[in-house]
């Protein structure tokens, strides 16, 4: 079992940036990929970016690339999402997930997921 505890949402301008992180507790961390997902208010999950378990390899959406950065620290079992040049359109609950040894891109791939941060971004 894993649990997973995402922060660092809140209110901002466009242009402006916000770092998430995702605190995992449970079996260890460096045993899988992780990955942010979004959620837009009235619209389904998606995909945002992905690293893999020794942060070798990342992968991101087109609508963020260029953007967001994800990087992860396994001494401290963290994850984070560095959010630059944020758009109102990347208004959404954010949500770190896990499970997967190898990265992947599927919302039902991923067992554990966070509670999610709110991130809203004001034109």
């Known amino acids: 079992q894993v649990q997973l505890v995402e922060s660092g949402g809140g209110l901002v301008q466009a242009g402006g940036s916000l770092r998430l992180s995702c605190a995992a507790s449970?079996?260890?961390?460096?045993?899988?990929?992780m990955a942010w997902f979004r959620q837009p208010p009235g619209k389904e999950r998606e995909f945002v970016a992905g690293?893999?378990?020794?942060?070798?390899?990342?992968n991101y959406a087109d609508f963020v690339k260029g953007r967001f950065t994800i990087s992860r620290d396994n001494a401290k079992s963290t994850v984070y999402l560095q959010m630059n040049s944020l758009k109102p359109e990347d208004t959404a609950i954010y949500f770190c997930?896990?499970?997967?040894?190898?990265?992947?891109?599927?919302?039902?791939?991923?067992?554990?997921w966070g509670q999610g941060t709110q991130v809203t971004v004001s034109s």
């Open positions: 690293i893999t378990r020794y942060g070798a390899s990342t």
């Open positions: 449970g079996r260890t961390f460096s045993s899988y990929a």
């Open positions: 997930a896990t499970g997967m040894k190898n990265l992947r891109i599927g919302v039902s791939e991923y067992d554990y």
